[in-house]
């Protein structure tokens, strides 16, 4: 087997409209189809990020809470690169949501931070 590449990345959601607008509205993805599946009360959005589509966005009655941030077994956080860290942070802060502190990764010496998303999965910010 070759794998090619990451396909997309599903996220499971508690309140579908709060989730849909952070991505998209906050942080630029764009809705490339949206469903509604009745039989199982479920919303599903795939999302793309520079017409790349990376992310589906599901709702389900009632999921149960991430149990800690983050080292929970499973996935840790999703990560996605910028240019310039310090613009996106105040980017991040001028939308009203909170950010950790830029830090420098000790082994590559490129700067990056965490904010969450409304169901506090982490999210990185890495620089180029």
Known sequence: MKIEKIHHIAIICSDYLASKKFYTELLG???VRE???EERY??????????EYIIELF?????PPRVTTPE?????????EVTDIKAAYNELL?????AEPIRIDEFTDKKFLFFFDP??????LYER
């Not at 709702?59 to 999921?63: D, E, Q």
């Not at 169901?119 to 990185?124: A, G, H, K, S, T």
């Open 29 to 31: 993805m764009s809705v």
């Open 35 to 37: 469903v509604y599946r």
């Open 42 to 51: 479920s919303w599903k959005a795939d999302l793309a990020l520079n017409d």
């Open 59 to 63: 709702s389900f009655p009632a999921p």
């Open 72 to 80: 929970a077994c499973g996935l840790r956080h999703l990560a996605f």
């Open 94 to 98: 001028s939308k009203g949501i909170a």
């Open 119 to 124: 169901d506090n999965l982490p999210i990185e």
